[in-house]
């Protein structure tokens, strides 16, 4: 049986934010690649990414439709375990 494909990691970000930084330095820490759509210089994009995850803060990160949150967010579910399988395009 073929794997299924590995699901887009989306990271809506601004320019001056620490917690993008952390973000992109832990995915590529792990040989991933991600979308980066930039909402300080496109409010149609910061519309978009208030209406898919219902926050205001940077960054927001999605893996596939799976909203994963912020840095914060993303390292508990890491911790947890949790990240590789959404990473992998299991179901959350
Ligand atoms: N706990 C969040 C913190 C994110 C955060 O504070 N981001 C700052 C920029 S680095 C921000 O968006 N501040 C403005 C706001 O909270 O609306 C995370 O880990 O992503």
Redesign the pocket.
């Known amino acids: 049986m073929n794997a299924s494909p590995a699901p887009q990691i989306t990271l809506y970000t ?1 320019a ?5 930084v ?2 992109k330095n832990f995915l590529k820490s792990r040989g991933l690649s991600w979308n980066e759509v930039r909402i300080d210089t496109d409010p149609a994009e910061r519309e978009k990414m208030v209406a898919r995850a219902l ?7 999605f893996i596939g439709d799976t909203h994963v ?7 508990a579910l890491h911790r947890a375990g949790k990240l590789e399988p959404l990473l992998e395009g299991q179901a959350p």
């Open positions: 601004s001056i934010c620490g917690y993008c952390a973000a926050r205001t803060s940077v960054p927001q990160i949150g912020g840095y914060d967010d993303m390292m």
